[in-house]
């Protein structure tokens, strides 16, 4: 009989101990060394310096990437390895350092037993650079005016000598300290503290009657979190219990600001909003894995929280001419409770087939007591008082898919979702979505082609539709809102990828849906959406390697309204359209040496807005969104452990809006703008710099 090497290399392996244990005493191997296992020790690393610069400043084009003002900046990066004897290490990795999108990590332990971080990142979130505002202070609580406000309308303010540039935006600060404990082959414990902090502005507005004003919102908040958790890993169970905790804080609790128009009734002079309150969430979790079987598996989770909000009302108005009766309460004294169960379970019931299901249970229960408050319109007079409506909801999911291999070269997958949702507090007590789909896909039917096909069936029923008698003024009892309204879903994927050669790939992919809102007499009635889309890649050579990427989106949705608290009198359509295209090239100059890039891509956005009323009337202007993106990138090895790099991106970005193009401040008697304009922007971003690697 012959034996394959390996089975006879396992049996002399299990066989060792006896065969030692009957030879003698146990032999000392603590001196045995692998002559051919590699183990890292020492620092390895590289370490990033440079220099770049912004041709134009620009809050659309730096919105995320911390290069929204002009001038050079520093390119400056690092990421350094240490190992030591015994599984101790540290690492540490910094990028960006020289733009606001900095951040920088730094970790140290021992791959055996523990771990501990430092974690520090920034992210600029810049919203605009158009806007311009009278107002004094800004990102603080309490905004002025300067001399010759209020007036009667926009056009007899002073606006051209007191308008100020102001530039939109926030940046967050985030800081993560956290240690990990391996105690055991089966045991760990981890802790993660973060302290966040986001400031800046947005925008916000105030009105006082029959006049408003735009105005910047300031943003000063503070988030502590905790995340804590203890897991075991055995060979069938996994077990996890954890506690997350958050504590939300708002620098500014109230934002007042001095009212610009010439008062309608006397003590009107100011007007103040409530701003994000202060608030908590605490939650405790447990989770279990279990390997029924080689093929079996089972989990559950189940996570149970509380939210609280207690920051004391502010001031009900600052007009003191006002007499309005006392609130019912100090504060909202807000109590949220929370249950997130969820049961998952994976089988492969033979080669072929694989089946999957879950379950999830989402509760939120509110807590918090409906009160009677005296209502306040604007600081100018008093309304019907109205109750607080807090709102909860339980939703039910279930899920089941299988997977069926028919043969080696055809697949195909099915599924059922069912999701049902009950509400309080809203015009639909239930609803129920109800959704089938299934897949197929095949790598044989036609030589050197993919096929695949995927189609769906939802259909959504409420238990009825209702007007809420909380709501006042009350809404239109034919209005459905598109979130609680019978709907009927179909969807359509379709996609085929072709291997023409070893060098030349394409694909090309269609998606469609329409949404069929059959029973909304006013309100969302119909939507449409269509996506074409098509890739190629050509291996030209060895050297040079090119990619193509097309892809044209089309949704369309058209929405019933009445004008007169009645059967609609009007219908709009919606219509906006993506289209884009991008093309990159990859080659290697000197192989090991030299390499080169370009990407290129056109993007084309509009959106068209047609209203229907019967009479005619002009229609809304086309808007418009257009980026052109050029990037050029060569990588050159100067040495084996000296790399250069050069980049340039160049990036053209131009809009239409009618919401805001031609809105100056004072373009509107009885509103007063930041006077934004839709953002249009060229820019060049050059950088050189240099890696050392060790």
Same mark, same amino acid.
């Given at each position: 009989?012959?034996?394959?090497?390996?089975?006879?290399?396992?049996?002399?392996?299990?066989?060792?101990?006896?065969?030692?244990?009957?030879?003698?005493?146990?032999?000392?191997?603590?001196?045995?060394?692998?002559?051919?296992?590699?183990?890292?020790?020492?620092?390895?690393?590289?370490?990033?310096?440079?220099?770049?610069?912004?041709?134009?400043?620009?809050?659309?084009?730096?919105?995320?990437?911390?290069?929204?003002?002009? !001038?050079?900046?520093?390119?400056?990066?690092?990421?350094?390895? &240490?190992?030591?004897?015994?599984?101790?290490?540290?690492?540490?990795?910094?990028?960006?350092?020289?733009?606001?999108?900095?951040?920088?990590?730094?970790?140290?332990?021992?791959?055996?037993?523990?771990?501990?971080?430092? *974690?520090?990142?920034?992210?600029?979130?810049?919203?605009?650079?158009?806007?311009?505002?009278?107002?004094?202070?800004?990102?603080?609580?309490?905004?002025?005016?300067?001399?010759?406000?209020?007036?009667?309308?926009?056009?007899?303010?002073?606006?051209?000598?007191?308008?100020?540039?102001?530039?939109?935006?926030?940046?967050?600060?985030?800081?993560?300290?956290?240690?990990?404990?391996?105690?055991?082959?089966?045991?760990?414990?981890?802790?993660?503290?973060?302290?966040?902090?986001? +400031?800046?502005?947005?925008?916000?507005?105030?009105?006082?009657?029959?006049? &408003?004003?735009?105005?910047?919102?300031?943003?000063?908040?503070?988030?502590?979190?905790? +995340?804590?958790?203890?897991?075991?890993?055995?060979?069938?169970?996994?077990? =996890?219990?954890?506690?997350?905790?958050?504590?939300?804080?708002?620098?500014?609790?109230?934002?007042?600001?001095?009212?610009?128009?010439?008062?309608?009734?006397?003590?009107?002079?100011?007007?103040?909003?409530?701003?994000?309150? %202060?608030?908590?969430?605490?939650?405790?979790?447990?989770?279990?894995?279990?390997?029924?079987?080689?093929?079996?598996?089972?989990?559950?989770?189940?996570?149970?929280?509380?939210?609280?909000?207690?920051?004391?009302?502010?001031?009900?108005?600052?007009?003191?001419?006002?007499?309005?009766?006392?609130?019912?309460?100090?504060?909202?004294?807000?109590?949220?409770?929370?249950?997130?169960?969820?049961? =998952?379970?994976?089988?492969?019931?033979?080669?072929?087939?694989?089946?999957?299901?879950?379950?999830?249970?989402?509760?939120?229960?509110?807590?918090?007591?409906?009160?009677?408050?005296?209502?306040?319109?604007?600081?100018?007079?008093?309304?019907?008082? #109205? &109750?607080?409506?807090?709102?909860?909801?339980?939703?039910?999911?279930?899920?089941?898919?299988? %997977?069926?291999?028919?043969?080696?070269?055809?697949?195909?997958?099915?599924?059922?979702?069912?999701?049902?949702?009950? #509400?309080?507090?809203?015009?639909?007590?239930?609803?129920?979505?109800?959704?089938?789909?299934?897949?197929?896909?095949? #790598?044989?039917?036609?030589?050197?082609?993919?096929?695949?096909?995927?189609?769906?069936?939802?259909? =959504?029923?409420?238990?009825?539709?209702?007007?809420?008698?909380?709501?006042?003024?009350?809404?239109?009892?034919?209005?459905?809102?598109?979130?609680?309204?019978?709907?009927? *879903?179909?969807?359509? !994927?379709?996609?085929? +990828?072709?291997?023409?050669?070893?060098?030349?790939?394409?694909?090309?992919?269609?998606?469609?849906?329409?949404?069929?809102?059959?029973?909304?007499?006013?309100?969302?009635?119909?939507?449409?959406?269509?996506?074409?889309?098509?890739?190629?890649?050509?291996?030209?050579?060895?050297?040079?390697?090119?990619?193509?990427?097309?892809?044209?989106?089309?949704?369309?949705?058209?929405?019933?309204?009445?004008?007169?608290?009645?059967?609609?009198?009007?219908?709009?359509?919606?219509?906006?359209?993506?289209?884009?295209?991008?093309?990159?090239?990859?080659?290697?100059?000197?192989?090991?040496?030299?390499?080169?890039?370009?990407?290129?891509?056109?993007?084309?956005?509009?959106?068209?807005?047609?209203?229907?009323?019967?009479?005619?009337?002009?229609?809304?202007?086309?808007?418009?969104?257009?980026?052109?993106?050029?990037?050029?990138?060569?990588?050159?090895?100067?040495?084996?452990?000296?790399?250069? *790099?050069?980049?340039? !991106?160049?990036?053209?970005?131009?809009?239409?809006?009618?919401?805001?193009?031609?809105?100056?401040?004072?373009?509107?008697?009885?509103?007063?703008?930041?006077?934004?304009?839709?953002?249009?922007? =060229?820019?060049?971003?050059?950088?050189?710099?240099?890696?050392?690697?060790?």
């Amino acid at each position: 009989m012959k034996t394959s090497k390996p089975l006879l290399l396992i049996s002399l392996i299990a066989a060792l101990p006896t065969v030692v244990a009957a030879a003698g005493p146990a032999v000392d191997t603590s001196e045995w060394k692998c002559e051919s296992c590699e183990f890292l020790e020492g620092r390895t690393g590289s370490v990033d310096v440079g220099v770049g610069v912004v041709s134009d400043s620009s809050a659309k084009f730096g919105q995320f990437n911390g290069l929204g003002d002009k !001038g050079g900046f520093l390119i400056g990066g690092a990421n350094v390895r &240490s190992d030591g004897e015994n599984g101790a290490y540290w690492n540490l990795k910094a990028a960006d350092l020289g733009i606001d999108t900095r951040s920088l990590a730094i970790e140290a332990g021992n791959a055996r037993s523990y771990r501990m971080w430092l *974690r520090y990142n920034q992210l600029p979130a810049l919203s605009s650079d158009s806007a311009s505002t009278p107002f004094l202070g800004s990102g603080t609580g309490v905004l002025t005016l300067p001399a010759g406000y209020p007036a009667a309308d926009t056009a007899l303010m002073p606006l051209g000598t007191t308008l100020v540039p102001v530039t939109i935006g926030t940046e967050r600060k985030r800081l993560d300290v956290g240690a990990l404990l391996l105690a055991s082959p089966q045991w760990e414990y981890s802790v993660n503290v973060r302290h966040e902090t986001k +400031d800046g502005t947005k925008r916000g507005a105030g009105s006082l009657f029959v006049q &408003s004003a735009q105005f910047l919102e300031p943003i000063d908040y503070t988030t502590d979190q905790v +995340d804590a958790f203890a897991s075991y890993a055995g060979s069938r169970w996994q077990l =996890r219990f954890g506690y997350y905790g958050s504590q939300f804080r708002n620098g500014n609790p109230s934002l007042t600001w001095a009212n610009p128009f010439t008062p309608v009734i006397a003590g009107a002079d100011s007007g103040s909003l409530g701003l994000p309150p %202060d608030s908590q969430f605490h939650q405790l979790s447990a989770a279990v894995g279990y390997r029924y079987s080689a093929r079996t598996r089972l989990n559950a989770d189940l996570a149970v929280g509380r939210m609280t909000q207690n920051q004391a009302y502010q001031a009900q108005t600052t007009n003191a001419a006002l007499a309005l009766d006392s609130l019912p309460a100090a504060s909202l004294d807000g109590r949220v409770a929370t249950v997130n169960a969820s049961l =998952r379970m994976n089988t492969q019931v033979n080669d072929d087939l694989r089946v999957n299901a879950a379950y999830t249970h989402n509760d939120r229960d509110n807590q918090t007591a409906s009160l009677l408050y005296p209502s306040l319109i604007t600081d100018v007079f008093t309304g019907v008082p #109205r &109750s607080n409506t807090p709102f909860s909801f339980t939703s039910d999911k279930f899920k089941l898919r299988a %997977d069926y291999r028919i043969d080696e070269d055809t697949g195909a997958a099915a599924g059922y979702d069912h999701d049902t949702t009950r #509400r309080t507090y809203q015009e639909v007590d239930r609803t129920r979505d109800q959704t089938v789909w299934a897949r197929l896909s095949s #790598r044989g039917a036609i030589e050197d082609v993919e096929l695949s096909v995927k189609a769906a069936h939802g259909e =959504r029923r409420n238990s009825g539709y209702q007007a809420l008698a909380e709501v006042i003024p009350p809404e239109n009892p034919l209005m459905r809102k598109y979130n609680l309204a019978n709907r009927q *879903r179909d969807t359509l !994927g379709l996609r085929a +990828d072709v291997a023409v050669s070893d060098e030349l790939h394409f694909g090309l992919g269609l998606d469609a849906a329409r949404d069929d809102y059959q029973d909304s007499t006013i309100g969302l009635t119909d939507g449409r959406e269509l996506t074409l889309s098509g890739d190629a890649s050509w291996a030209m050579s060895d050297e040079t390697r090119f990619t193509f990427f097309v892809n044209r989106q089309q949704i369309r949705s058209t929405q019933a309204g009445s004008s007169s608290f009645s059967t609609p009198d009007w219908t709009a359509n919606n219509r906006d359209t993506v289209d884009f295209i991008g093309v990159g090239v990859k080659h290697v100059v000197i192989e090991d040496k030299f390499n080169v890039g370009a990407d290129l891509s056109f993007s084309r956005s509009k959106g068209d807005v047609a209203v229907f009323t019967g009479i005619s009337a002009p229609s809304f202007p086309t808007l418009t969104a257009n980026l052109d993106s050029l990037r050029f990138y060569a990588v050159y090895r100067l040495k084996d452990n000296v790399t250069l *790099r050069g980049d340039y !991106g160049y990036q053209r970005y131009t809009s239409k809006s009618w919401l805001l193009d031609g809105v100056l401040p004072g373009t509107i008697e009885n509103v007063l703008t930041l006077g934004e304009t839709a953002p249009n922007y =060229r820019v060049h971003v050059l950088r050189a710099s240099l890696r050392y690697s060790f």
